[in-house]
């Protein structure tokens, strides 16, 4: 684990995996629950052909509201399915740059999870977006 690269931005992060997306995946995310943030290192797997953050890559990163502020049961029983997710493409992040994403718990029923986000490369904003999950 020493060859990881972690983070450039101060939080407690917990690094972890998105898989089940079908056959294409952006991979390693880092999480601070702590905060309610999650962010991925672009990479050039996640760009087009003028270098930039693929848009689907974006929306597939901003997806992830969900798995911030819902705490999943180890045995992955709380999944919480997408309802609906809006994206905002704002700037392009290109290949090198940290991808912060910050969450904010808007509300949730007995049936719904509703979310906003803000992505960031440093004070950048690249993206905004809201989503709603289906509560378990």
């Known amino acids: 684990m020493n060859n990881v690269e972690r983070p450039a931005v101060d939080g407690n992060?917990?690094?972890?995996?998105?898989?089940?997306t079908g056959?294409?995946?952006i991979g390693e995310i880092w999480i601070d629950r702590e905060s309610a943030r999650y962010c991925l290192l672009v990479k050039p797997e996640h760009c087009n052909a003028t270098g930039a953050m693929h848009?689907?890559?974006?929306a597939?990163?901003?997806d992830g509201h969900g798995m911030v502020v819902i705490s999943l049961e180890e045995?992955?029983?709380?999944?919480?399915?997408?309802?609906s997710l809006h994206v905002?493409?704002?700037?392009p992040p290109l290949a090198?740059?940290?991808?912060v994403a910050h969450v904010e718990l808007i509300k949730k029923t007995r049936t719904m999870i509703f979310t906003q986000a803000i992505a960031r490369v440093g004070e950048r904003v690249m993206a905004r977006s809201h989503a709603i999950y289906r509560n378990n």
């Open 13 to 20: 992060w917990e690094r972890t995996f998105v898989t089940n």
């Open 23 to 25: 056959p294409w995946s």
């Open 55 to 58: 848009g689907g890559a974006m």
């Open 60 to 62: 597939t990163f901003l």
């Open 75 to 83: 045995d992955g029983s709380n999944h919480t399915p997408t309802i």
């Open 88 to 91: 905002d493409f704002l700037a």
């Open 96 to 99: 090198g740059d940290w991808l």
